[in-house]
């Protein structure tokens, strides 16, 4: 039993010791210095350009307006694809109804957002005006 006893006392007295040189040690440390906080740190950074990704529709037009451009795909008859225009396309096609705008029959190409399938620029010859 005694030996037990004396393991723990030895225990107790070791653990005691290297919890009082810890102690030590975090005392002695000096005080370090900060860095100022009112400047940001500069890194240089390089200039990432996203590219945007946009997709293609080759048809011929079914309905027009300054809202929307309803297209049938030239590959695939049965596709059928309703566009909203950005803004400035919407503005251009005004200009493009104000002249006779694209009728039934007339060959574009759409470039759309795939995300938002909203018509970004579109490509082809509306027909004259009757």
Not at 30 to 47: N, R
Not at 70 to 77: D, K, M, Y
Not at 89 to 118: C, H, L
Request: with cysteine; aromatic share 4%.
């Amino acid at each position: 039993m005694k030996s037990r006893a004396q393991n723990g006392w030895r225990l107790l007295r070791k653990s005691l010791g290297i919890a009082g040189l810890a102690a030590l040690g975090a005392l002695s440390c000096a005080a370090q210095q900060t860095l100022p906080l009112d400047k940001p740190i500069v890194i240089k950074q390089k200039h990432v350009r996203v590219k945007q990704e946009v997709g293609r529709f080759k048809g011929t037009v079914m309905n027009a307006n300054i809202a929307q451009i309803t297209v049938r795909g030239i590959e695939n008859e049965l596709a059928i694809r309703t566009f909203p225009l950005s803004r400035p396309v919407s503005e251009k096609m005004q200009q493009i109804i104000d002249r006779g705008g694209y009728q039934y029959g007339d060959k574009v190409t759409i470039v759309y957002d795939p995300a938002t399938q909203r018509a970004l620029k579109i490509k082809g010859k509306p027909s004259k005006a009757l």
